[in-house]
């Protein structure tokens, strides 16, 4: 396992609401990441979908990754924006997220939400956001 | 306490995953509603804040919320945006969502998520979406 | 007039963009600004409203003002989000935005957008953005 | 030329912003479609760049197009959200949308938009958002 993998696990096994959701990281390279968190049942809605707030956790965290890895430790997403298409039933949740365009202090981010269910996947979210270095324009923490 | 408040506690505690986060509908009116999440150990980040996804749950249910109060029930969040203004740190998250417009099938709704911290509220984040009908446009569920 | 619209106005003055669509700046103060424009035929679609294009720009402006007007000049619309919820059909195009959230180096704006037919204002859609300072975390410029 | 292409350019060219603004629409298929404007001094801001309302006109109505070849005629953008990444200096404006997910009656597209200078072309934007059809879900026309 290569050193920013190590890193990276190490900071969401840091998060306890990372660990409360069960996300593990997958792959994480110096501008893409890959989050995956199994679905459970505490993780639905009243229909047995999993929860729109389970798929845009993981899409946040995944363009933060993303983000974070071509801008260095120490950022936040400090915007971001999903469109769920798709109800999502499955036995995996997994969200791959990639750097559109990264400047010296924030980068634009774009993450793909899948669900997994008997081997193949499904779209049920796509979002894009911006992922800023704290200090400089710092607004947020996550 | 009135009929949609009660309607709409009984929708949020068939939710598994806001019932894991602890999520609390405080009102409830034809356009407007107000959700509290009681800040606990396990909702946070590494820095000792409430993590982004927490937030954006917040914000993604109380524009559900707004919405399905104005268009009646069976409706999801189609999209939204958020934008992350401070780290949250406190007692308590309160996201208020209201309806900005709605029309036959769709809602446009905003909400602001504050942490109350010693009896005092800061605005942490700042959301804008879509709320739709199931059934016509069907997309997505929640 | 005070100083700062008279500004705003010399601003809008050198871009020849705001110019060709006859955007005017009604109002400017320190977290808010009113940008008008008047309905005219070419600043239409194939179906008579007033084309999409002129609404998000209109948007995006005022935004721009709001947040310049808290962060001073040399600021720049780093991103934004906008829901049409009307088709516009009138006489005037009115922007109203107002700062949410002003850091150091970026402001979180929304801006309402009505469009006024004999005197009655309607609203055609709403946005949210970040309007950042240019110099710390460039990325573009308006 | 095909007759996707032809449809197309008959829809742009009776659109009197577009036609303000030069827009061609260069290629139209069943999910993707690419805009092009060539950049002249009224569609500049007062630094010589183009005015980002020029940009996120391009995105906008790119998008339409991507989710109307699709959807068929009649739709609308009901909502977008762009990120700047730079300003964009050169000769051409080039917006290319695509379909990420289609249902019944709504299409999720993306678009980057990229500047043409001396023959190399920089993103100066990247865009998402959700078209429907009129009708349903009207909310807006442009």
Not at 51 to 72: C, E, F, K, Q, R
Not at 81 to 103: D, F, Q, S, T, W
Request: glycine share 10%; charged share 20%; proline share 4%.
């Amino acid at each position: 396992m290569d050193d920013m993998l190590i890193w990276g696990r190490r900071i969401l096994a840091s998060q306890p609401f990372s660990v409360l959701l069960g996300a593990e990281l997958v792959s994480f390279a110096e501008d893409r990441a890959e989050l995956r968190i199994p679905i459970k049942a505490e993780l639905m809605q009243q229909h047995g979908f999993v929860h729109g707030g389970v798929i845009s956790y993981a899409a946040d965290n995944a363009l933060t990754y993303a983000g974070g890895g071509v801008l260095g430790p120490g950022v936040v997403t400090s915007e971001f924006k999903i469109n769920y298409v798709r109800p999502a039933k499955g036995e995996l949740i997994v969200a791959r997220a990639a750097v559109i365009h990264a400047g010296k202090n924030q980068a634009v981010c774009r993450c793909d939400v899948y669900v997994s269910s008997d081997g193949s996947e499904s779209l049920c979210a796509t979002a894009q956001g911006t992922i800023v270095r704290l200090g400089q324009p710092p607004e947020t923490q996550k």
